[in-house]
């Protein structure tokens, strides 16, 4: 086993939390990522010494040099995931483990220093153990979990960081959508190339994302849709999020894992679920001319997005150069996605059974 996944925490949490009556103010509407518990944790790396100095400590604005690589070079990686009040009190995380394991891939891809996966899930137990009472109880709402990585070293050559930051912070959380449709706008801006980043969860990817987020805002759309860069023609992901299609013989179809599109960790639990409800399940491309095909005729029923934020979103309307395609009534959420949506959020809060052994209680 490395050492580096039984380092000792040193716990100094906050000695002026937020008090419980403006806690309580907070998470009655708690909005999505704008407000932050009270601590956080910081591991460093060093090279030739390893993770080192684990901490929970107060949360609080970073000091780092103007030459630090990762303001330079992009060196930066993070993780979504969330923990969840269930109806007993108890406090759970939601493959964790799978979480740590695509951490460890992006690292790997951006040449940074792979965090152990037995560390980066102690570090998200320590922090939501010592900032529980920061969990929502109400449906819908989670405590939305953020570990990242940035390169930390002083350096302005073309290399790889030699230092490390690796910080775990939270934030209580609504809704990211409701369960009405959004619309999505088909963008002609590319994601991600073969052979580039984006399989790995990297601050960059989103970066380039937004220009075309602020393209489908302009729209009058909520979210974007990014095709293939080689031949503009094949439905790859959304603006941070994966999709699936619902057809009219109850099959349901993802964009496969090539290499440019994220191994979304909702994405992989909605395939488990959809198998083990019998529905005939395919991990195939989809070219977006056959998706207004498929609308026009009624051959496609319901689409939607899904990813830890979102969970599943249905998506009612594609719109682009190309035109517009409804989906459906357009409104609304379909009975398939909606029973998968169920199946998942049922598995997530505890009320329902949890054969695949997913969710792993903390307090």
């Known amino acids: 086993m490395d050492s580096a996944t039984t380092l000792p925490f040193t716990l100094s949490p906050s000695t002026s939390p937020v008090p419980p009556q403006r806690r309580a103010e907070i998470l009655a509407n708690p909005g999505f990522g704008r407000v932050f518990t009270d601590n956080m944790v910081v591991i460093r790396y060093e090279e030739g010494k390893g993770w080192h100095d684990a901490r929970v400590q107060p949360y609080a604005p970073l000091s780092l040099d103007p030459a630090a690589a990762v303001l330079h070079y ?15 009190g108890h406090i759970t995380l939601f493959r964790p483990q799978a979480n740590a394991a695509r951490f460890r891939k992006s690292a790997e891809r951006l040449a940074m220093a792979q965090v152990p996966e037995d560390l980066f899930v102690e570090a998200v137990r320590q922090l939501v153990r010592i900032d529980a009472a920061w969990v929502p109880g109400n449906p819908d709402e989670s405590l939305y979990i953020r570990p990242y990585m940035i390169a930390s070293e002083t350096f302005l050559g073309v290399k790889p960081a030699a230092q490390y930051l690796f910080m775990v912070i939270a934030s209580p959380v609504g809704a990211y959508f409701g369960e009405e449709a959004v619309s999505v706008w088909v963008s002609d801006f590319c994601r991600a190339a073969p052979g580039g980043t984006g399989e790995a969860k990297c601050g960059g990817n989103y970066a380039a994302s937004l220009m075309a987020q602020q393209e489908a805002k302009g729209h009058g759309c909520a979210q974007v849709l990014f095709l293939d860069a080689v031949e503009r023609r094949w439905i790859e992901e959304m603006g941070g999020m994966n999709v699936f299609f619902v057809f009219d013989d109850g099959s349901i179809a993802t964009p496969p894992l090539t290499g440019t599109i994220l191994r979304g960790i909702t994405r992989d639990s909605l395939l488990t679920l959809a198998r083990g409800m019998g529905l005939t399940v395919r991990e195939e491309r989809y ?51 909606e029973k998968l949506r169920n199946a998942l959020i049922g598995i997530q809060r505890g009320t329902a059974p949890d054969p695949h052994g997913w969710v792993e209680r903390v307090l």
């Open 74 to 88: 992009a060196q930066e990686i993070f993780e979504g995931m969330k923990a969840y009040r269930t109806a007993e």
């Open 287 to 337: 070219a977006i001319d056959q998706l207004y095909a498929d609308a026009a005729s009624g051959r496609l029923k319901e689409v939607f997005a899904c990813g830890t934020a979102a969970v599943v979103s249905p998506i009612g309307r594609f719109r682009g150069h190309r035109g517009e395609a409804v989906i459906g009534t357009g409104a609304g959420i379909g009975p398939v996605t």
